[in-house]
């Protein structure tokens, strides 16, 4: 079965500051590991997406994550926080393959504060 | 622009009524998802279709809940009796084409039961 642990349910930074959001997933084969965002009273939205290419993904709005196997993580970073990219955060897992339900983590509320 | 459209957006009701929700997905697309979210656990995903034919609805309580797809245009998601415990915000997500698991979100129908 397939899972991702988000560690931290929330997470402050200042604006400019580095953000860091972790992401560990489990999987019995090669994943599709996903990033999204929501925005309050919104859906989510797609920020990056890992599909065995390059390991280092860059997404929407400065944010980029690395695809380490050997840790099982997926760990999504900006290196500048700006107020608007305070929201809440998911991981998802797939299997490899479209058309699959993707498994989200419980998410990561992002504060960020002037 | 093309986008997931669910309605209601706000519904409340009493204890045993009958709620309906619907979705239409974005034209061409063949898989339909619904989750639920609440803030115990996240999201959970409901059911899903593929080419209107489920493909799993393992996460629905099958005693009060059934899940449709009249047409390719329609996704259907009936809650009857509805319980307090299935106030949530409902998500119905679409995809298709080349895009391998970017899922596009409608902006949600929160439901509140009293």
């Known amino acids: 079965a397939q899972s991702v642990t988000q560690l931290g349910s929330h997470v402050s930074v200042s604006e400019g500051a580095l953000v860091l959001l972790r992401c560990n997933y489990s999987?019995?084969?090669?994943?599709?590991l996903f990033w999204y965002v929501q925005y309050p009273n919104q859906g989510l939205q797609l920020l990056l997406k890992?599909?065995?290419?390059?390991?280092l993904v860059k997404g929407i709005n400065g944010f980029e994550a690395e695809f380490k196997k050997s840790e099982t993580s997926f760990h999504l970073t900006k290196p500048s926080a700006h107020m608007s990219d305070a929201a809440e955060y998911f991981c998802?897992?797939?299997?490899?393959?479209?058309?699959?339900?993707?498994?989200f983590g419980k998410g990561t509320t992002l504060s960020v504060s002037s | 622009d093309a986008r997931v459209t669910q309605t209601p957006r706000h519904k409340v009701t009493e204890m045993g009524q009958e709620v309906t929700m619907r979705c239409q997905p974005i034209?061409?697309?063949?898989?339909v998802f619904w989750y639920r979210q609440t803030m115990m656990q996240g999201l959970e995903l409901l059911a899903y279709?593929?080419?209107?034919?489920?493909?799993?609805d393992s996460g629905m309580p099958k005693d009060r809940f059934s899940a449709e797809m009249p047409d390719a245009t329609l996704a259907t998601l009936k809650i009857q009796p509805s319980e307090p415990r299935d106030s949530a915000v409902y998500f119905c997500?679409?995809?298709?084409?080349?895009?391998?698991?970017?899922?596009?979100f409608g902006e949600g129908s929160r439901l509140t039961v009293l």
């Open positions: 279709f593929r080419n209107r034919a489920p493909l799993d």
């Open positions: 997500a679409s995809e298709g084409g080349q895009t391998t698991g970017e899922l596009f």
């Open positions: 034209l061409g697309h063949n898989t």
């Open positions: 999987s019995s084969v090669p994943p599709y």
């Open positions: 998802a897992v797939s299997l490899y393959q479209a058309g699959t339900a993707l498994i």
């Open positions: 890992y599909t065995s290419a390059a390991t």
